[in-house]
């Protein structure tokens, strides 16, 4: 794991450099690595509606559509003092999807890292969240994640495809043996056949239902 120091004197950062820098970083990809996270959200809200809220018991995550959140990345620092208020942040969840070209995916796996580095480093409690496309990713989305700790996933989307679901199981069963996760979070469906070996194991599942899910539920009510 090596440090970097990525100051140029005299050049604008235009990529984001000072979200990592003093981080250590892992793996051939050189991510950052994140400090290990214990807590166990009890509320979540994405992170479009928590620029509004004022219910700062939730945590915050990204599991809604790039462009309601690729704007933190444009500018992190005018969402930092809104996010301090909750009572943590799961790590953005930029989009891999199997047709994107690899280093797409790598770039959006760095940029959750990065983010979640900076949000650390500005004393925000943050869940790593795990997010992967294919086998060619399962490696590198675990990079920079510290084993035993609470890591978060999300489901929405993936299970009702049957290529979709067996990549996800898959990839699941990769994370966990890699992670060995004390808590998985998990947002979204959580059905019995994929998660019962990782409760048996002694694996905390804590699941929310997506907004699409619950605005469902809402209109059949």
């Known amino acids: 794991m090596a440090i970097k120091n990525s100051a140029r004197n005299g050049c604008k950062d235009v990529f984001r450099s000072y979200l990592v820098r003093g981080a250590k970083f892992a793996g051939n990809l050189e991510l950052p690595v994140l400090k290990p996270s214990f807590s166990v959200p009890e509320k979540v809200i994405t992170f479009s509606k928590a620029i509004r809220s004022t219910d700062y018991e ?33 790590s953005p ?74 990549y996800l199981i898959d990839g699941l069963d990769y994370i966990v043996k890699a992670l060995q996760p004390s808590v998985i979070v998990v947002y979204g469906t959580a059905p019995n056949y994929i998660f019962d070996k990782y409760i048996k194991a002694g694996i905390q599942i804590i699941q929310f239902q997506s907004e699409f899910h619950l605005s469902r539920k809402a209109v059949s009510a």
């Open 93 to 166: 969840d930029f989009s891999l999807y199997r047709d994107m070209p690899l280093v797409m995916q790598q770039w959006n796996i760095y940029r959750n890292r990065a983010i979640a580095c900076w949000l650390q480093n500005n004393g925000i409690e943050v869940i790593p969240n795990i997010r992967f496309a294919d086998f060619r990713t399962y490696e590198s989305c675990c990079l920079g994640v510290e084993k035993h700790s609470v890591i978060a996933i999300g489901t929405h989307g993936c299970i009702k495809v049957n290529r979709d679901r067996e």
């Open 58 to 90: 939730c945590w915050v995550h990204f599991y809604e559509d790039d462009t309601n959140f690729e704007r933190i990345w444009n500018n992190p620092q005018k969402y930092l003092p809104i996010l301090k208020k909750f009572k943590g942040v799961i």
